[in-house]
């Protein structure tokens, strides 16, 4: 039995799809992709690594986001939603 997703994609906004976006780089073009630590993704976006967390978590209610280990987390690409521009 799946748990029901308790953030839906509708509520995120522009960081969460900067982190999605983080995540994914570099999956077309044969680099290293899907994961992240808060930390990294506070330098890329400029924001702080509290709110980075609280943006991860958000992810990770929605299934987006797996925690692999403390401070280390792994997109699933096949999870993300389409993004309403």
Do not use: C
Request: glycine share 8%; hydrophobic share 35%; charged share 35%.
């Amino acid at each position: 039995m799946s748990t029901p997703r308790m953030v839906d994609a509708d509520d995120f906004d522009d960081l969460h799809w900067a982190i999605i976006d983080e995540m994914l780089a570099g999956r077309d073009d044969g680099e290293p992709w899907g994961y992240a630590t808060p930390g990294h993704l506070a330098e890329v976006t400029g924001e702080s690594r509290q709110l980075m967390n609280q943006r991860l978590r958000d992810l990770t209610m929605s299934d987006v986001v797996e925690k692999v280990s403390r401070g280390f987390y792994r997109i699933h690409a096949s999870e993300v939603p389409d993004r309403d521009e």
